[in-house]
């Protein structure tokens, strides 16, 4: 009878120091969010903007959706993956995850 050899998968960068550090794999991954008050939203990790008006904001951020919905939404910064959006920030929603739809929401 023969063994099976089970086939271990080598941990990312990311997860080793995420271990390591004891700290979230999301932000050893690049992606982070801060709120500062309910009128500013920093994040990090954009991958794409999918939406943008006045009352919502839709983009990627290392493989999930992301939408912002409020009053006055406008993006104040947008560098290097990082984005900052001001205005007033009613909700913060994921709405999905690796392989997310890229279609607008109407």
């Known amino acids: 009878m ?3 050899k089970m ?3 080598r941990p990312t960068i990311s997860e080793i120091l995420s271990n390591f550090a004891d ?3 999301d932000l050893t991954s ?3 969010l801060e709120m500062r008050g309910r009128n500013e939203l920093l994040l ?5 903007i999918l939406c943008y008006s006045p009352e919502r904001i839709k983009l990627t951020q290392c493989g ?3 939408l912002i919905d409020g009053r006055r939404l406008t993006m104040t910064s947008y560098s290097d993956s990082r984005i ?3 205005g007033e920030i009613d909700r913060i929603d994921y709405c999905g995850g690796e392989g997310v739809e890229k279609r607008e929401e109407k």
């Open 84 to 86: 900052s959006i001001r």
């Open 30 to 32: 690049g992606m982070s």
């Open 44 to 48: 990090c990790g954009c991958r794409e």
């Open 64 to 66: 999930y959706c992301i």
């Open 7 to 9: 086939r271990h998968e």
């Open 2 to 4: 023969k063994k099976r």
């Open 23 to 25: 700290i979230p794999a």
